[in-house]
């Protein structure tokens, strides 16, 4: 890592790939023109090897303030050269989105992310991390920079999200996408696309199926894969790696751990550090005692700005106070459940009842409340009962579980969520008490007081 290191001498030293060199700077210069912290470990103080720094440090050597070695003038020069670079060629990919027509109109800033994206595809960085908040367009960043990069994608997504992704791909680049698995008989799945989406789930059984050289793969909701041991972590990160390009979408890239920064990076980036070095460099251990043996447990974290600065190529974030001058007053996202087993022979049961109209409204309130379906006239429904689940049960898990999703894509926002039944009401409160989620509940029961 290249970095400038300031000690109490007036001395800077500077270390390039092993390689140091000296630099003489006054004391009282030193926090006035660099950005540095004081490295508790090596007892120095440090600076980055930043853009800021870099202009900071060429300034106090016209002003003759610092003396430094031809080795660190050569590479200052390079580093001037290459940023410089990097900025006019983000400047040609910028104009590249606006010579562009989709279908909808892009933002300012989704049209720099997707400069940022394509700055990664052609300079063989290996992926690229959209990090904004909730509700600033992810998804139509991700479909667009994929029209422009011009390669088969395969989305994968949680299974609610996979009809969401077939609409916004239509909705900006007018193209028609194929949802894994689908039906031989369905008219309105093409027979070939170029966009393919899946669940998490369907990737981690079928992998075997796909064929990842020369095309992006997409990662949407990437805290899915948090759990560095899980086989869904393991599988996206072992076999994604053989993607021409990989994309992360995720409104909240740190959830609980900053773990969560290394199962993210590994996966665009399958030469990022190990498991291993991330947490001896950025994490903090204590000693716990747990009755048997000491065991390592993280307590904090260290040296975060160098964490920043090695995935700042790789990442662009935006939050809502950034744009909100750009954003519409109301985002409307539809999330569609996927039928299980069950549900669709209560459909089937349903469906084959000829009395049906009753059932079906009875269905409707038999979803969120288990008093009613205790008290049901409808004999077909009051004592329905498959595979040893009740009906209502049955039901509301999915509707539960994607609660919960959204929960942890909120990134501590504040959420209403609104029920037509009071039964439903307590399935949510007990679900959320369980995951130590805090909440106000408010029914009709609810006092003024």
């Known amino acids: 890592m290249n970095k400038i290191i300031l000690d109490y001498d007036r001395e800077i030293k500077v270390k390039f790939e092993g390689v140091w060199d000296w630099i003489t700077i006054q004391k009282d210069k030193l926090k006035d023109n660099l950005l540095c912290y004081w490295d508790k470990e090596e007892k120095v103080w440090t600076a980055k090897f930043s853009e800021e720094n870099i202009n900071k440090l060429d300034t106090l050597w016209k002003e003759g303030q610092i003396q430094k070695t031809k080795r660190f003038m050569d590479k200052l020069a390079n580093s001037i050269t290459e940023q410089s670079l990097e900025k006019e060629k983000l400047k040609e990919y910028l104009q590249e989105v606006n010579d562009i027509e989709f279908c909808k109109p892009l933002y300012d800033f989704q049209k720099e992310t997707i400069a940022k994206i394509l700055y990664n595809y052609h300079n063989e960085r290996e992926g690229f991390l959209i990090g904004h908040q909730m509700g600033l367009g ?162 904090g974290i260290k040296n975060i700005e160098d964490l920043l600065e090695k995935i700042k190529p790789y990442y662009d974030r935006k939050i809502k106070e950034e744009v909100a001058k750009f954003l519409p007053k109301k985002i409307i996202q539809y999330r569609f459940l996927s039928i299980n087993p069950i549900q669709q022979k209560i459909k089937d049961l349903l469906l084959s009842n000829t009395n049906n109209f009753i059932d079906v409204f009875q269905l409707l309130r038999l979803l969120d409340d288990d008093n009613i379906l205790n008290k ?66 408010i029914t009709g029961e609810t006092t003024q007081n």
């Open 138 to 299: 992810k998804t139509a960043i991700a479909v667009c920079a994929s029209k422009i990069i011009n390669l088969p994608i395969i989305i994968i997504c949680p299974a609610s999200l996979k009809y969401l992704w077939k609409e916004e791909i239509y909705k900006w680049i007018g193209f028609n996408s194929l949802i894994i698995p689908t039906s031989s008989t369905s008219e309105d799945e093409p027979i070939y696309s170029k966009y393919w989406i899946m669940s998490y789930e369907h990737f981690r059984e079928h992998y075997n199926d796909f064929d990842l050289r020369d095309k992006i793969v997409v990662i949407d909701e990437a805290s899915y894969i948090k759990n560095h041991k899980a086989k869904r972590t393991r599988i996206i990160q072992n076999e994604c790696k053989f993607a021409r390009f990989r994309i992360a979408i995720t409104g909240t890239p740190v959830t609980n751990t900053i773990y969560n920064y290394w199962n993210i990076m590994r996966y665009i980036n399958p030469y990022f550090m190990s498991f291993q070095e991330f947490g001896g460099k950025y994490i903090i251990f204590d000693d716990v005692w747990t009755g048997l043996e000491y065991v390592k447990v993280p307590v």
């Open 376 to 441: 049901s006239n409808a004999p077909t429904l009051s004592k329905l009962e498959i595979n040893g689940f009740k009906l209502p049960d049955i039901i509301s898990q999915a509707k539960i579980i994607e609660i919960l999703n959204i929960i942890d894509e909120s990134n501590d926002e504040k959420i209403v969520i609104f029920t037509s039944f009071i039964e439903m009401t307590k399935q949510i409160e007990e679900v959320l008490k369980k995951n130590n989620i805090s909440y106000v509940c």
